[in-house]
């Protein structure tokens, strides 16, 4: 599995300059994505609606909405 391209505007363009906490989202090569975010797990856990569980390997990540929003144009509808 490999990085395939960043989806949406870079950090920089959409005003982080210093490299650090800056979300952005990827596409990888097996068609999934990845998110860099922060993490919220357990800050968040404890409001997941009924019936939503983490996996023993998943976590819950926060982006801005600036990031999803400018990454929306480079999201395919299916």
Do not use: H, Q, Y
Request: glycine residues 12%.
């Amino acid at each position: 599995m490999k990085i395939v391209r960043r989806m949406g505007d870079s950090p920089r363009l959409r005003g982080c300059g210093t490299g650090e906490t800056c979300p952005d989202i990827f596409e990888l090569s097996d068609s999934n994505f990845a998110v860099i975010g922060t993490e919220a797990t357990e800050a968040l856990r404890g409001e997941l609606p009924a019936g939503v569980t983490l996996g023993p390997g998943e976590r819950l990540v926060v982006i801005t909405r600036k990031t999803l929003i400018r990454a929306k144009r480079d999201l395919p509808d299916a």
